[in-house]
């Protein structure tokens, strides 16, 4: 999404965070193997270091995108008013490929952990998909202010 926002000439309009919902793995670099789909497709992810989210956050974010419906309960459930709940949406939402009416399942990013690189893969595509459909929303949104996310 980054890489999206900054090509588009939009990193002075739009902020983006990246955190978990766990604390397992807080201050550890992503996984060797999204590491290497990740550089394969031009991305350097090494600088990254896993962080969970703070609820306190929702008062300073305007989205908060979830990547499962799991993480989306979890993120809701942390939300101290419906406004901050409404912040929450899920990233394949955003997804164009996906057509106007999904199934549920469909709108979860797979996990890929206890999959090889096959599926880091298909995640990898899933997610550069939905980040493309989720820049034309907020680009449509922005209207001249700047626009924070996680």
């Known amino acids: 999404m980054r890489a999206l926002v900054r090509d588009a000439g939009l990193d002075q309009m739009i902020e983006i965070d990246s955190a978990g ?13 999204a590491l290497a789909v990740l550089a394969e497709a031009g991305f350097d992810g090494t600088a990254h270091r896993a962080r969970q989210f703070d609820p306190r956050w929702f008062l300073r974010r305007e989205l908060v995108i979830a990547l499962d ?23 394949r939402g955003f997804d164009p490929t996906l057509g106007a009416r999904p199934a549920p399942s469909d709108l979860d990013v797979l996990d890929p952990y206890y999959d090889g690189l096959p599926t880091f893969r298909i995640v990898l595509d899933m997610i550069t998909s939905s980040c493309a459909g989720l ?16």
């Open 69 to 91: 419906r799991s993480h989306e309960r979890t993120l809701r459930s942390w939300a101290a008013s419906d406004l901050e709940r409404g912040r929450v949406r899920l990233l």
């Open 21 to 33: 919902t766990g604390d397992w793995h807080i201050g550890e670099q992503a996984d060797e193997r």
């Open 135 to 150: 820049l034309q929303t907020v680009r449509a949104d922005l209207h001249g202010r700047p626009v924070r996310a996680v």
